[in-house]
């Protein structure tokens, strides 16, 4: 795979991993004992390669042909299936699933880097396999050994593909509110009844069965969040030999029109509605997940995963954008030097420009940064599944809590403002459709609404997640964050400065949390969440950069500078803004408490 591709930057990815992450120290533990870097990098080539082959030469053509209804069927650009079909021959979607279950048992960090390379390329076709493997995770921690041989096994060889169901017209990300419900049955399955709304992949025709994760509420049940249970629901009942059989009761209501990503199908899905009836009660036939009412429970952990795999996703799409317009700022040449005084010497590329370089500059911080957090997670996620003590895996939990939401909503809220940059750096041409950036842009725009929203992303970060355990999780954040300040202060020299601009900044940010903890006012409390959320995010970022600053240590070769360069960037420009978000923050000010939305 050529280090010059515009989809990511091989180099930093090697950077990332090895350098920095020490991914093959991963290869002690006995789950990972197999592999070795030779293996990492051989997954990595084949997933490159298969990205700028497969995926990446329709990604326009999804964009400009989205799926259309035919005779009630959803028809997609073959090429999408010849790319899924293609990736799963890899046995990628299997990658970090046990050997037992068909897994290749690949540490997640780098499974994460794959992933990358095909949103990078073109993340509409890869949400059905994002979709497909979270949906198989899930059901291989909560479902049973019957689930797992007739939904999970069939989904890691491609045949089968996932969803998740649990937004309704009613009821979007407040799922108390849900209305679907399930009715038991003699035979032990149960029928289904209801609406789902933005069902990301509800509906096509990429392989034998579709398999739904529904949310659905119990008649009898509690009340809220705690009567609801999961379902597997596939569009097509399982035979005993383990294919497609009869029709469930599914049924396509309808697709909506997204702005992005409109190669993925999103659907309206009624359940219930008579029409394919297998036989006996009415109803979409659905099979309990694990136990009654501990549905949100369990669904919380594909929604994790696909939080963690939204931000990824921003973070390729925002990456993508920042290589083509580097590309294009070398290459376009346009106006001249502040010190060029003859009207008639050569133009110079637009990187020549110092305004210029501050876009480009700041498209590298907010793309690098978050790939290196996404990859950080991911690391986590290993060291946590082989924790060998109690301990330690409730340490690593407590971290990735406390990250998930920034995970999410920091790559999505700045990769986006990198595309935004990417098209101010083309100009003209960047808003025009005849170049990618455009794309990008719009497809990056659903990033903040995916899988909550930045409101409610700031809302679950300092509501809930800053105060789980008296303030543990924070406290971990704290910790490993003061380990990197302890090894810049070591170091010396600029290394240490930029450790003291961070713990300044920590400082006050944990003043703060205290301080807006301690009001007994839930609305006053919360009315800045996600003020909070985007200063807590770039002071992980600033602590990210300088992890890379310290790994980037004193080589001379560009990419080292070049880390470097951009962690004093990021410090100057980019963390002093935290300050008087905290300024504002611990006055609780309730501006948007008290405003009357009949004065909107």
């Given at each position: 795979m050529s280090p010059q591709s515009l989809l990511l930057s091989r180099n930093d990815i090697e950077f990332l991993l090895y350098d920095w992450l020490d991914v093959e120290a991963l290869t002690s533990r006995p789950r990972f004992a197999d592999h070795s870097r030779e293996t990492f990098d051989a997954v990595l080539d084949v997933c490159a390669d298969l990205a700028e082959k497969l995926f990446a030469p329709h990604n326009k053509k999804n964009d400009t042909h989205e799926p259309v209804l035919v005779d009630g069927k959803v028809r997609l650009n073959p090429e999408v299936k010849v790319a899924l079909d293609a990736l799963a021959e890899t046995g990628v979607l299997a990658a970090t699933a046990d050997a037992e279950a068909g897994g290749l048992q690949l540490p997640q960090v780098v499974q994460s880097a794959c992933a990358a390379w095909f949103a990078a390329a073109n993340i509409a076709t890869w949400s059905y396999a994002m979709l497909t493997i979270a949906n198989a995770g899930l059901l291989l921690e909560h479902g049973s050994p019957e689930q797992v041989d007739k939904f999970v096994r069939p989904m890691f060889e491609g045949r089968f593909h996932g969803t998740m169901c649990l937004s309704e017209p009613q009821a979007g990300s407040s799922l108390a509110d849900i209305t679907t419900r399930a009715e038991p049955q003699a035979d032990g399955t149960y029928r289904i009844f209801g609406n789902k709304m933005w069902i990301s992949a509800g509906e096509h025709d990429l392989g034998e069965n579709i398999v739904h994760l529904v949310l659905a509420k119990i008649p009898g049940g509690p009340a809220g969040v705690k009567g609801i249970s999961l379902f597997v629901v596939p569009k097509y009942l399982v035979e005993d030999d383990g294919k497609a059989g009869a029709r469930n009761d599914v049924v396509l209501a309808g697709l909506n029109h997204k702005m992005g990503y409109r190669g993925t199908t999103n659907t309206v899905l009624n359940f219930g509605e008579g029409v394919h009836l297998p036989g006996g009660s009415p109803g979409a036939v659905g099979?309990?997940?694990?136990?009654?009412?501990?549905?949100?429970?369990?669904?919380?952990?594909?929604?994790?995963?696909?939080?963690?795999?939204?931000?990824?996703?921003?973070?390729?799409?925002?990456?993508?954008?920042?290589?083509?317009?580097?590309?294009?700022?070398?290459?376009?040449?346009?106006?001249?030097?502040?010190?060029?005084?003859?009207?008639?010497?050569?133009?110079?590329?637009?990187?020549?420009?110092?305004?210029?370089?501050?876009?480009?500059?700041?498209?590298?911080?907010?793309?690098?940064?978050?790939?290196?957090?996404?990859?950080?997670?991911?690391?986590?996620?290993?060291?946590?599944?082989?924790?060998?003590?109690?301990?330690?895996?409730?340490?690593?939990?407590?971290?990735?809590?406390?990250?998930?939401?920034?995970?999410?909503?920091?790559?999505?809220?700045?990769?986006?403002?990198?595309?935004?940059?990417?098209?101010?750096?083309?100009?003209?041409?960047?808003?025009?459709?005849?170049?990618?950036?455009?794309?990008?842009?719009?497809?990056?725009?659903?990033?903040?609404?995916?899988e909550g929203t930045h409101g409610i992303q700031g809302i679950d970060l300092l509501g809930r997640k800053t105060t789980i355990a008296g303030g543990a999780a924070l406290r971990e954040l704290e910790s490993l964050i003061r380990s990197t300040l302890d090894k810049a202060a070591a170091a010396g020299g600029e290394a240490a400065d930029l450790g003291h601009q961070l713990d300044v900044h920590l400082h006050r940010l944990i003043e703060v949390t205290r301080q807006v903890n301690t009001e007994p006012d839930a609305a006053l409390r919360l009315a800045n969440a996600s003020l909070y959320l985007e200063a807590t995010g770039h002071i992980v970022l600033a602590w990210i950069w300088l992890e890379q600053f310290l790994a980037a240590g004193t080589g001379e070769d560009h990419l080292r500078q070049g880390k470097r360069h951009t962690a004093r960037y990021f410090y100057r420009y980019e963390l002093p803004r935290t300050q008087p978000q905290l300024d504002l923050l611990a006055t609780l000010d309730p501006t948007t408490v008290e405003c009357d939305p009949a004065w909107l």
């Open positions: 099979y309990l997940v694990g136990e009654p009412h501990r549905g949100l429970t369990y669904m919380f952990r594909m929604m994790n995963e696909a939080r963690v795999g939204v931000g990824a996703g921003a973070t390729a799409l925002g990456y993508t954008g920042y290589l083509k317009s580097l590309d294009y700022a070398r290459t376009r040449t346009q106006g001249r030097a502040p010190s060029a005084k003859d009207p008639e010497s050569p133009q110079v590329p637009l990187a020549e420009h110092a305004d210029v370089r501050r876009m480009l500059l700041a498209q590298k911080s907010f793309v690098e940064g978050a790939l290196a957090l996404i990859l950080f997670c991911g690391k986590t996620i290993d060291e946590q599944r082989t924790a060998t003590t109690a301990e330690e895996r409730d340490r690593l939990t407590l971290l990735l809590d406390i990250l998930t939401p920034i995970a999410k909503s920091w790559p999505a809220q700045w990769c986006l403002h990198a595309n935004d940059l990417a098209i101010q750096i083309h100009g003209g041409y960047g808003y025009t459709r005849e170049y990618d950036v455009e794309q990008h842009y719009r497809d990056n725009r659903l990033n903040p609404i995916h």
